[in-house]
């Protein structure tokens, strides 16, 4: 009787380990499901994302933005008026009327926001892609001015678009200082010729991995391509100081 209880009480812990390791691989599988659940989700999201962004900027790909109008200026004989001057005045040789044609031209965003510190931007929505990349190709020996004063023009994009364009903004300049021709592509990838060759980087983690392997262009960069985070804490560490 003795042996057969011993028996029986190897048995059950044999039993009960087994159920223990059972149930610590069916958590295992279950925390493994969540994961791939919450990636599937995230890349939905993205994707989605990615899908409308896609959709806003099809929808404005004629649109031409300009940059830098003080406000009012076009009150007296419209915003559409504001694309000619600057045309004869920096483009005279492109012409605009007769030959290209404005379907409509507005600030956007419409309304005033009185706390806004800079003047909304002019979109004009041109009937044709083409005649807006007239405007944007159009040779400039000097820059784009209004009367005068110093203006931009841009393609228009959607508010995601944009902000992924202008995060580049600091490694352009490094590049364009060096003379390595730099391009935003779109929706907002960089290229730059570097010893002969054309690069082109979808995002900051890419770029940074190719200058880890090459020390001349890390140096040229070493200061556009600090993380965020760095940033933000010797900007801190500046103010405490």
Not at 44 to 52: A, L, R, T, W, Y
Not at 107 to 126: L, T
Not at 162 to 173: H, V
Request: contains cysteine; aromatic residues 6%; hydrophobic residues 30%.
């Amino acid at each position: 009787m003795k042996n057969t209880m011993e028996q029986i009480k190897q048995n059950t812990d044999s039993l009960n380990a087994c159920v223990d390791t059972t149930e610590e691989k069916i958590s295992i599988l279950q925390d493994r499901q969540a994961e791939w659940l919450q990636t599937e989700k995230e890349l939905s999201i993205k994707k989605n994302e990615e899908n409308i962004r896609e959709i806003v900027d099809s929808m404005r790909r004629t649109n031409l933005r300009i940059i830098g109008i003080p406000e009012n200026v076009e009150k007296e004989n419209g915003a559409e008026s504001v694309l000619n001057e600057i045309i004869e005045e920096n483009f005279p040789n492109l012409g605009i009327e007769g030959e290209m044609c404005v379907e409509e031209a507005f600030r956007s965003p419409r309304f005033v926001n009185v706390k806004r510190p800079s003047a909304r931007h002019i979109v004009v929505k041109m009937a044709k892609m083409k005649d807006k990349e007239r405007i944007l190709r159009a040779p400039r020996q000097k820059k784009i001015t209004y009367k005068g004063t110093p203006i931009r023009l841009s393609a228009d994009f959607s508010t995601e678009t944009l902000q992924a364009r202008r995060e580049w903004s600091d490694i352009f300049k490094a590049l364009k200082d060096k003379n390595l021709k730099p391009r935003i592509l779109y929706p907002a990838r960089i290229s730059f010729r570097y010893v002969g060759e054309i690069k082109s980087f979808p995002d900051k983690p890419k770029l940074r991995e190719f200058v880890t392997k090459s020390p001349p262009l890390q140096e040229i960069l070493k200061k556009a391509l600090i993380p965020e985070k760095r940033k933000k804490g010797r900007k801190g560490s500046q103010t405490t100081e």
